[in-house]
């Protein structure tokens, strides 16, 4: 019996309201004859605002919060009515709900961008998949009230003119962003004024980087099936600001696919797994915005492996030597030969040792990467012989008994991740030291060597094809057949260390390459 009085009641209200629109103005429609908005009754009143919505001469779509939505924000900010009353910019506030145009429901598209009377900030729609309609983070309960000079729609939300982590966006020109962002409907996330976010926001160009990665465009980035999750991938639900961040921070996001790595190098770059932070620390309202050169992806990725899987002393030595970047990205696949534990502390042990002083090394990073091969190799595709690590040199696999890498065991071989493979081995590997150079020196010459503009090889005799060079996060940076002229331009490529490879019929040979 209830349901049926609280729908005719319903169905009263409604036909009131249209008859009503037919001879009255939006200020009458939003006072009578729905009980639910004394507390907008008041404030305009209060305000003087009043004779701007009854201007019979004016055209006007006005966005009309109810009671509980002005009860909802006086909880919010600790304090009632009569607080929400006195606020300093309540006319402000107000005129904010206003535009100065007659907006119907069916006018408004997804992203559209309104401005209203209050000069503050603009008003970001949403129309989502399901027909829903938001003003900003508050959603129209009721479309359409017509009157004589306009149109109400009824929010749950009062609408606040703070500047928000998507007016960064879309007054900074990351119109990538925010057009991913209008596309997954994740505006009434992110324009909520009384949140508090920590954006990682990539650049445009790191979005045609990603397309170009996955031999798409923008457009084919926009129709990913896990948009959302990838751009809420992006958002802390708590505001961290630079100084906050600490070498192997691990944030959770708004996404519960995957965690965020963070790195602080010694040279003070910043990283999000692999995503260089270009800048920091753009406050809004709601939230700081830090720029990346490269879009993270919440793919499950080696250092998923080591950090979920118990493998403490590996993540540990990871985050020291900063590789997180090397191994977070999920565009990069990777073979990682995974010590456990116990190798480290046998390790330690033979080195008259602990952890941490194994963590000290300075061939820490060195040790490392003499772990890791470019590529998916997984126990299957592994073959007796030599194979080349991104340290430069080479591992040697047995497949006599088992599957041996140098000494050391293959316990569980093929943890497939979205960027490669893990094997987890039962001792650390570790390189010859400063075997790289000495091995490689009798097969072929590099000069000069810290370069700067060009490369020459001296095979020196041998036999190879092809040379390519990686940077140490395993990245392919230069790809080209070795012709009779065998200098190379390295004009294009960044300052810092690099793996020199040479690739013939039958043989791999390595060397450190310094470019300056």
Known sequence: ????????????????????????????????????????????????????LQDGAATLTVFAPTD??????????????????????LTDILKYHVLGTVVPASAVTNGLIATPLSSTNTLKMTLTSTGGVFANQAQVTTPDVNATNGTVHITNGVLLPNETVVDIAIDNGFSSLATAVITAELLPALT?????FTVFAPTNQAFDDLATALGTDINGLLALSNLADILTYHVLGSEVPSSGVTNGLIASPLSTTNTLKLTVKGTGEVFVNQAEVTAFDITSENGTVHVLDAVVLPYETSVDVAIDNGFTSLAAAVIKAELLPALTNPLTELTVFAPTNDAFDDLAVALGTDLNGVLASPELTN????????????????TNGAVPTLN?????????????INSSNVTTPDLIVDNGVVHVIDAVLVPAVAGL???????????????????????????????????????LVLQSAISNNKSFDITSIK??????????????STQKLQIL
């Open 1 to 52: 019996m209830k349901r049926i009085t609280f729908y005719a009641s319903a169905l009263f209200i409604s036909l009131s309201m249209s008859a009503q629109s037919q001879t009255t103005n939006v200020f009458d429609n939003i006072i009578a004859p729905s009980p639910d908005h004394t507390y907008l009754e008041a404030a305009l009143i209060q305000e003087g605002l009043e004779v701007v």
């Open 192 to 196: 909520d004024p009384l949140g508090t």
């Open 495 to 508: 300052n810092g260390t690099y793996i020199l490879t040479l690739v013939g019929n039958d043989q791999i």
């Open 68 to 89: 509980q939505a002005f009860t909802d924000l006086a909880t919010a900010l600790g304090t009632d009515i009569t607080g929400i009353l006195a606020l300093p910019n």
């Open 437 to 475: 150079d000495q091995g490689s020196i009798e097969e072929f010459r590099v000069y000069p060597n810290p370069a700067n503009d060009n490369i020459t090889i001296d095979m020196l005799g041998n036999t190879f094809q092809e040379v390519m060079v990686h940077d140490l996060n395993g990245r």
């Open 392 to 404: 430069g040199q080479t591992i040697n696999v047995d497949l006599t008994s088992g599957v041996l």
């Open 367 to 382: 040790i490392l990467l003499y772990h890791v091969v470019s590529g998916t190799v997984t126990s299957g595709d592994l």
